[in-house]
């Protein structure tokens, strides 16, 4: 359920809620933070989404920001089976601050961890795993492709599953040519990019978390034509 005017989102539920019982996996993804103001958890009320829990796995991306201790508690009674991305895009308050333009870096590091721990737990004391899934993406520009490295090790400390890797992109024409100019890696880049990310997948090889990236290398000559 991607994007939509909140008035069309409450249609949609409306819509999913006599699919609860034969749905294996519902995904809430679009443009708004889904924990901002417990709005997900009241679309999880609206689709009656706890009575479905142990058959209908849910996943969705969050920036981390507002997923803090009662939030986190909260997810976990009504989801049993889920995969969380938090996007990140940093590896450094420096460079979080860079891209997201807010000084929290820190305290979503803190937040994942404590996910982590939780579910950790959680998943021992019943003798299960896989039941929280936690994937950190990163989308890889200008501003941050150099800390590939130190974002696997960032990955692992957090305790996450899987970090994943993607390359920046206009969302279909939103995001401005000249801003878009300053952030594409370019031809120029792709020596320091490949040794980025052979020790990005070194570090990886040598932890428990996962290097995933289906994207592939997408660079721009000078022309602007994909090398």
């Not at 920046?168 to 020596?191: I, K, P, Q």
Request: overall charge negative; charged content about 30%.
């Amino acid at each position: 359920m991607e994007g939509l005017p909140l008035s069309r989102f409450d249609e949609v539920l409306d819509k999913i809620k006599p699919m609860m019982p034969d749905l294996e996996e519902i995904a809430i993804i679009g443009n708004a933070e889904p924990f901002w103001k417990d709005a997900i958890f009241k679309a999880f009320d609206k689709i009656d989404y706890i009575a479905y829990r142990k058959s209908c796995r849910f996943w969705t991306y969050t920036n981390g920001t507002s997923f803090g201790e009662q939030t986190m508690k909260e997810y976990m009674k009504y989801v049993k089976t889920s995969c969380l991305n938090f996007s990140i895009d940093a590896a450094t308050p420096e460079t979080y601050v860079k891209i997201r333009r807010l000084d929290l870096y820190e305290t979503i590091k803190e937040n994942i961890k404590r996910y982590s721990s939780c579910r950790t737990t959680s998943q021992r004391r019943r003798n299960v795993a896989g039941q929280h899934f936690i994937r950190i993406f990163n989308v890889l520009s200008q501003l941050n492709f150099r800390e590939m490295p130190l974002m696997v090790r960032e990955a692992e400390e957090m305790g996450a599953d899987v970090v994943s890797f993607g390359f920046v992109h206009s969302a279909g024409g939103a995001v401005a040519a000249e801003t878009m100019a300053l952030l594409e890696l370019t031809g120029e880049d792709r020596e320091e990019y490949e040794k980025c990310e052979a020790e990005a997948k070194r570090i990886a090889s040598q932890s428990r978390v996962e290097l995933e990236s289906n994207l592939g290398l997408l660079l721009k000559d000078f022309r602007g034509q994909n090398i």
